[in-house]
T-cell receptor
Framework: DAGVIQSPRHEVTEMGQEVTLRCKPI?????LFWYRQTMMRGLELLIY????????DSGMPEDRFSAKMPNASFSTLKIQPSEPRDSAVYFC??????????????FGPGTRLTVL | AQSVSQHNHHVILSEAASLELGCNYS??????LFWYVQYPGQHLQLLLK??????LVKGIKGFEAEFIKSKFSFNLRKPSVQWSDTAEYFC????????????FGKGTKLSVIP
């Protein structure tokens, strides 16, 4: 199993540009999570999908952020327009949950975003 | 809201010293708790997990954690640390009753001096 796959691994962009981060969860997992990690705020959950449906997006900072999961094997996190304060490492994680069953979240390698 | 708290922000130890990192959670009911490790520049990896049963849980790389319900604690331990254990350690648990989202503690950075 390849694990959770994220692309790109590094992204440097200028303020105002659109940024799209991509994630492929582990095959068979039904839940996908987007996190943001910064020195100041630690690890924050941005949005959580279950069976491709957004369940909780209360962590999305503002309207500039949007996330989609068109199918079980792909998700995107888009920032438009980007700002320097969006600079962070963005992690995607996937899990298999339901019917009271828990499986740990598996994390991808992350995308390090720098907005100049 | 249910929460997970870690007591130590940064711990510095010499090789072969024993390690204990504190973690407390705020909720009752069914408890699922996790410890993740993040090595420098890498992603989070699962160290160990507790779902039910034996409160002493053994994980990878010689780590273990003990679930103490009366103290709402899930402390991580290792009898003898190595330089390669230098990393950040995160405790995590469900965000709420019936929730499959995880709340992470702020993390504890461990520096092991050779």
């Amino acid at each position: 199993d390849a694990g959770v796959i994220q692309s790109p691994r590094h992204e440097v962009t200028e303020m105002g540009q659109e940024v799209t981060l991509r994630c492929k969860p582990i095959s068979g997992h039904n839940s996908l999570f987007w996190y943001r990690q910064t020195m100041m705020r630690g690890l924050e959950l941005l949005i959580y999908f279950n069976n491709n449906v957004p369940i909780d997006d209360s962590g999305m900072p503002e309207d500039r952020f949007s996330a989609k999961m068109p199918n079980a094997s792909f998700s995107t996190l888009k920032i438009q327009p980007s700002e320097p304060r969006d600079s962070a490492v963005y992690f995607c994680a996937s899990s298999l949950v339901g019917l009271g069953r828990w499986v740990e979240q598996f994390f991808g390698p992350g995308t390090r975003l720098t907005v100049l | 809201a249910q929460s997970v708290s870690q007591h130590n922000h940064h711990v510095i130890l010499s090789e072969a010293a024993s390690l204990e990192l504190g973690c407390n959670y705020s909720y009752g009911g069914t408890v699922n708790l996790f410890w993740y490790v993040q090595y420098p520049g890498q992603h989070l990896q699962l160290l160990l997990k507790y779902f039910s049963g034996d409160p002493l849980v053994k994980g990878i790389k010689g780590f273990e954690a003990e679930f103490i319900k009366s103290k709402f604690s899930f402390n991580l331990r290792k009898p003898s640390v190595q330089w390669s254990d230098t990393a950040e350690y995160f405790c995590a648990g469900p965000s709420g009753a019936g929730s499959y989202q995880l709340t992470f503690g702020k993390g504890t950075k461990l520096s092991v001096i050779p």
